[in-house]
């Protein structure tokens, strides 16, 4: 499987969120998700190529405490 998101360094010396499916760099907010550092960046297109699972963590969270504050 491919990786969504990546890191890659842009001709600013800074580095930005690259999404491989569309082509182009990630826009959030109408900003250009830029870092100034690799880590940071890394860090990041980590988290959204696993947001899926977050958000799938968190959906069960909700039940549980939905499930706890019924009973």
């Known amino acids: 499987m491919k990786i969504r998101f990546e890191a890659i360094p842009n ?3 800074r580095f930005e969120i ?7 760099p990630v826009v959030h907010r109408n900003r250009l998700l830029t870092f100034a550092s690799a880590k940071s960046a890394a860090r990041i297109a980590d ?7 977050h958000r799938r963590r ?3 969270t909700e039940r549980r405490v939905a499930d706890r504050d019924l009973g």
């Open 11 to 13: 001709p600013s010396c």
């Open 47 to 53: 988290f959204l190529n696993d947001g899926r699972s």
């Open 18 to 24: 690259w999404d491989n499916e569309t082509g182009v």
């Open 58 to 60: 968190a959906d069960a």
